[in-house]
């Protein structure tokens, strides 16, 4: 495949001290409005760095243009010009003008630990997760610990309805928590089978489907997790592990490594290719029927606007290892890293 060469975006290094005062959130950008056949595949591109050198970034959620979250692992200089020996924060916030940092440090100061997936579903409802779950209330951050916690258990996707009365966080290992709303606490849910638990998604009643897949056979299943906690069977995979799962109008649709496929309900096993890539996807957003992004490990992803699929190419100089996307209004935002290993932040504006 050919990458096509365009215009070097110097990426300008923005880097902040860590306050207090955090930024209040902004409104979510409102929905954007039109026909099924209008919305374009054309991005114009823009890039920014946070943190310094050797910094990590895997997930980013954007509430607004001006809201946006991002997770990992970020470093500083200190006060003597040198690189930190522990990181400033392992989540930071855009608020339209600089990047503020925000730490959490469960166990003393040396403990500092991957940050791997972020989700926003409003202002006051924002979400982070590594070995555990966080959530942004619009003015502080919480913790949630459950039973089965475990640290680097690889907790790596979180779902949230709107109400955030139904939450679900999974990961490596068939790591997977349910929220209790009536206990304010997440409860550990057993799976069918031995696998990792790639992705999540949900209904705004709160039954959650669940990608999950082993490596050493595999093997993959959609898991179906009802209001009540239990666990059935929605898909028994014949195309290889499940990385990534969504529902539009009731119809299933899934990832296996670089191929997207509509389930097809006559069988267990019946699917219907719809798109491939040349690598695999590393994370699919839906923001709405027809405007859905399916980003591959490196620079460029599958854009879908309601009648067809489109590869579209971001134009930075170098290769970018791409961990997650999120979209708000005509807004994207993709994360990853460059070969130097730069955090870098895609900001992408839909024409």
């Known amino acids: 495949m050919t990458t096509r060469i365009a215009l070097l975006v110097s990426a300008c290094l923005l880097v902040s001290a860590c306050?207090?005062?955090?930024?209040?959130?902004?409104?979510?950008?409102?929905?954007?409005?039109?026909?099924?056949?209008?919305?374009?595949?054309?991005?114009?591109?823009?890039?920014?760095?946070?943190?310094?050198?050797?910094?990590?970034?895997?997930?980013?959620?954007?509430?607004s243009e001006n809201d946006v979250w991002v997770a990992g692992?970020?470093?500083?200089?200190?006060?003597?010009?040198?690189?930190?020996?522990?990181?400033?924060?392992?989540?930071a916030h855009w608020d339209g003008r600089e990047?503020?940092?925000?730490?959490?440090?469960a166990l003393g100061l040396e403990s500092w630990y991957h940050l791997d997936d972020a989700a926003a579903f409003g202002p006051d409802n924002v979400w982070i997760c590594g070995g555990?779950?966080?959530?942004?209330?619009?003015?502080?951050?919480?913790?949630?610990?459950?039973?089965?916690?475990?640290f680097h258990s690889g907790?790596?996707?979180?779902?949230?309805?709107?109400?955030?009365?139904?939450?679900?966080?999974?990961?490596?290992?068939?790591?997977?928590?349910?929220y209790s709303p009536a206990d304010d606490t997440f409860l550990w849910v057993d799976m069918p089978y031995p696998g990792n638990l790639y992705d999540v998604t949900g209904t705004e009643d709160g039954?959650?489907?669940?990608?999950?897949?082993?490596?050493?056979?595999?093997?993959?299943?959609?898991?179906?997790?009802?209001?009540?906690?239990?666990?059935?069977?929605h898909y028994i995979s014949g195309i290889g592990q499940v990385h990534h799962v969504w529902l539009i109008d009731n119809t299933t649709y899934l990832v296996s490594h670089n191929s997207i496929y509509k389930k097809v309900d006559r069988l267990?096993?019946?699917?219907?290719?719809?798109?491939?890539?040349?690598?695999?996807?590393?994370?699919?957003?839906?923001?709405?029927?027809?405007?859905?992004?399916?980003?591959?490990?490196?620079?460029?992803?599958l854009h879908y606007n309601g009648s067809t699929w489109e590869e579209v190419f971001f134009d930075y100089p170098k290769l970018v290892s791409v961990h997650d996307v999120s979209v708000t209004g005509r807004h994207v935002y993709i994360v990853g890293f460059t070969p130097e290993q730069y955090c870098l932040v895609i900001h992408g504006t839909r024409h």
């Open 207 to 233: 039954t959650m489907y669940i990608a999950s897949g082993n490596p050493d056979n595999g093997a993959g299943f959609v898991y179906r997790l009802s209001t009540t906690g239990t666990v059935d069977i």
């Open 132 to 150: 555990s779950p966080f959530r942004w209330d619009g003015a502080q951050w919480k913790n949630y610990m459950y039973k089965g916690f475990y």
């Open 99 to 105: 990047w503020t940092f925000h730490g959490f440090n």
């Open 19 to 63: 306050r207090d005062d955090a930024p209040q959130p902004a409104e979510p950008d409102a929905p954007v409005s039109q026909p099924l056949d209008t919305v374009s595949h054309a991005f114009t591109w823009e890039y920014d760095t946070v943190g310094i050198q050797y910094s990590t970034i895997d997930g980013v959620a954007a509430v």
């Open 73 to 91: 692992r970020f470093h500083q200089y200190d006060s003597t010009g040198r690189p930190d020996a522990v990181p400033v924060g392992n989540a």
């Open 268 to 301: 267990y096993q019946d699917v219907e290719l719809i798109a491939s890539a040349e690598h695999s996807f590393s994370d699919v957003v839906v923001a709405a029927p027809n405007n859905i992004f399916a980003v591959t490990w490196f620079n460029y992803f």
């Open 155 to 178: 907790i790596n996707e979180i779902w949230s309805s709107a109400d955030q009365q139904h939450v679900c966080v999974v990961g490596m290992r068939n790591s997977c928590a349910r």
